[in-house]
Each structure stands twice: as C-alpha cells, then as structure tokens.
C-alpha cells in the first residue's frame, strides 16, 4: 500500500508469507512440524497448533467465544454468536494457534529471556520501526512512543516505562500480553469476544489499572 519506510500499517499477510518461506525452505518438514516441535520443546503443553481443522480431543476444551464487533459490515450475520465452532485452523500462521493464558504467559517469558531465538534472530524480532512514521529507530521515546517489531509492538510510557507487548483477535477471541523488561513482570489478559476497536479497553484502561 504504500512505499517502505515511508508509513506503518499492519497486516495479517506477513505471517502467510512468513509460513510459506518456512515450507519452501525446508525438504523434510513443514510449517506445522516446525511449530509444534517449538511448542513441544518449551513445555507448553496446552498449546496447539493444526491447520484447517482441530480434533475434538482440542475443541471440546474450547471456551464459548462471541462476536460482538461491529467495524465490519459484511460479518454483522454473526452477530452475539458463539462461534467456538468455527475452528481457527484455517488461519494458519497468521492467528491459527489454540492456548491457555498460562502457556501464553510461560511462551512471552521464553521469548524474551530464554534461548528460542539465536541472538542474532532476537535483534531482528525486536528491529523497530516508529507508528505511524515506518521509519527505523532503535527504541521507542516521549517524542516517538509507539513502535512496531517482527510481531512484536513497543511502547514507552511516562508512568510504566519501555514495555513490550502484542494484542492479537480472531473472530470472537482476543489475546494479548505486557512484558516489562526492566522488572520481568508479564501481564496476560484472554476474552471471549472480540468488540470494536472504540470499545477496546486492553490498553487504555484494563492494563493501566492491573
């Protein structure tokens, strides 16, 4: 949509394109083979990923998820549905994941302060560039507060500091999480239901006050 460098906007393609790199990449395992042997090796074992389809054994454990959000016209049929039928694998790479919020918890801290990422990988996770600008800075500041990584979003705060985190939703679900590096403290909140972003109260008054 527009030039590199010259404005920020996010998109859901990336983690297509991300998946696809992944599979072509590699001869002898694909984009879920690699995914859940990451899983597998931290520990997370209420963390599930399978394209297209979950097994029962995984959606009976799903909770009841509504949607609520009313930013796009065209979904409006779904509407105070519970729609924890609809399985999330079709997304895939970009929001196709199943956890709990003590996984997702367990997963932030080895992120940040474990060994799944080389060194040199953790730096490019955690390249910056300015919101809305899309020009790279090194971190973010008072006169650029907001920034977005490989995933990853920063932002500094004149009462909490530098603080990482990400807010992910899918249709009926949201997700997100505060890690604060200088204390370690993490912060991970779940709904069941996705509302407008005019409704959103995760940043602006459910975090501030936690």
């Given at each position: 949509?527009?030039?590199?460098?010259?404005?920020?906007?996010?998109c859901?393609t990336?983690?297509?394109?991300?998946?696809?790199?992944?599979?072509?990449?590699?001869?002898?395992?694909?984009?879920?083979?690699?995914?859940?042997?990451?899983?597998?090796?931290?520990?997370?074992?209420?963390?599930?990923y399978?394209?297209?389809?979950y097994?029962?054994?995984?959606?009976r454990?799903?909770?009841?998820?509504y949607?609520?959000?009313t930013d796009?016209a065209?979904l409006?049929?779904?509407?105070?549905?519970?729609?924890?039928g609809?399985?999330?694998?079709?997304?895939?790479?970009?929001?196709?994941?199943?956890?709990?919020?003590?996984?997702?918890?367990?997963?932030?801290?080895?992120?940040?302060?474990?060994?799944?990422?080389?060194?040199?990988?953790?730096?490019?996770?955690?390249?910056?560039?300015?919101i809305?600008?899309?020009?790279?800075?090194?971190?973010?500041s008072?006169?650029?507060?907001?920034a977005?990584?490989?995933?990853?979003?920063?932002?500094?705060?004149?009462?909490?500091?530098?603080?990482?985190?990400y807010e992910?939703?899918?249709?009926?679900?949201?997700?997100t999480?505060?890690?604060?590096?200088?204390?370690?403290m993490?912060?991970?909140?779940?709904?069941?239901?996705?509302?407008?972003?005019?409704?959103?109260?995760?940043?602006?008054?459910?975090f501030?006050t936690?």
């Open positions: 949509d527009t030039t590199p460098g010259t404005k920020w906007r996010y859901n990336g983690y297509i394109l991300a998946q696809m790199i992944v599979d072509k990449a590699s001869s002898s395992k694909d984009y879920k083979t690699y995914l859940n042997g990451i899983i597998n090796a931290e520990g997370l074992t209420d963390t599930f399978q394209p297209y389809f097994p029962s054994s995984v959606t454990r799903l909770v009841s998820g949607f609520v959000n796009d065209g409006s049929k779904l509407l105070g549905q519970d729609i924890s609809f399985s999330l694998g079709w997304t895939q790479a970009a929001g196709g994941m199943v956890a709990t919020p003590e996984d997702f918890t367990k997963w932030t801290r080895a992120l940040f302060e474990g060994n799944v990422l080389p060194q040199k990988q953790l730096q490019e996770l955690e390249s910056l560039v300015a809305p600008s899309g020009q790279p800075i090194s971190k973010t008072s006169s650029q507060p907001q977005f990584g490989l995933g990853i979003f920063q932002f500094t705060d004149p009462t909490f500091g530098t603080i990482w985190g992910g939703s899918t249709i009926g679900y949201r997700a999480y505060l890690y604060f590096p200088k204390s370690g993490i912060i991970c909140a779940f709904t069941n239901s996705q509302t407008s972003a005019a409704n959103n109260m995760f940043i602006k008054q459910l501030p936690l």
